[in-house]
Nanobody, 129 residues
């Protein structure tokens, strides 16, 4: 069973930056390396949407059009952590951000929340002046 805990959210002004972290507890180093990770977000009154994901190896990363060029997703195998670096934040980025894990590894699955079977509880990001 994979347990995920997000941190790093907060209040930031438009144009600012934040780094979200996802602590991954798998009980097995091999489980971590066999898992791909993704970030999704949910704004009030809206459905959860894909933000970014990184493959098992870390060699491939995928982004939604709305964050491409501003956000960077990464993973640190040694620390068993996932990260989402967010730059040039906009008010429309305001949402609860969730980290998810999946054993799947193809591009289509890594942009689909239904492919993820473990989720954290989320961290709030608010972009406002």
């Amino acid at each position: 069973q994979v347990q995920l805990v997000e941190s790093g959210g907060g209040l930031v002004q438009p144009g600012g930056s934040l780094r979200l972290s996802c602590l991954v507890s798998t009980g097995s180093f091999m489980t971590f390396t066999r898992s791909a990770f993704g970030w999704f977000r949910q704004a009030p009154g809206k459905e959860r949407e894909f933000v970014a994901s990184v493959s098992r190896s870390g060699a491939s990363a995928y982004y939604s059009d709305s964050v491409k060029g501003r956000f960077t997703v990464s993973r640190d195998t040694a620390k068993e952590m996932g990260y989402l670096d967010m730059n040039i934040l906009k008010p429309e980025d305001t949402a609860v951000y969730y980290c998810g894990a999946t054993r799947k590894d193809d591009a289509a699955d890594l942009e689909d929340g239904r492919a993820f079977d473990s989720w954290g509880r989320g961290t709030q990001v608010t972009v406002s002046s």
